[in-house]
């Protein structure tokens, strides 16, 4: 199985599951350490409200409406923000900055 992101990666939150707000869309988090099935614990959890009825990892029956915070997040919703080897496309529109002297 091939991960978008490693341990320590800062990645944001590309995609949704169906039963987490928006709001989730676009946050940026750290990951920290990876639990089967592809799990991400993250360094700061998120505080959302549920939009439907779903059970929690221990089983735990969550209402729609109910109030927690998301320590861990599927590898497949996240996009990982790190360097490439890409050459940085700010340098296709932007002048290469100089070398300032200092006298």
Do not use: H, Y
């Amino acid at each position: 199985m091939t991960l978008n992101c490693k341990p320590g990666d800062l990645a944001f939150v590309s995609r949704g599951l169906p039963i987490i707000p928006d709001e989730l869309l676009g946050q940026i988090v750290r990951v920290v350490s990876l639990s089967p099935p592809a799990m991400w614990k993250i360094e700061k959890p998120i505080r959302i409200t549920m939009k439907c009825n779903a059970i929690d990892v221990d089983g735990k029956r969550l209402p729609a409406g109910a109030v927690l915070d998301v320590g861990g997040l599927p590898d497949e919703c996240l996009t990982p923000i790190n360097p490439s080897d890409e050459p940085d496309e700010t340098l296709t529109w932007a002048p290469v900055p100089g070398v300032l002297e200092v006298v």
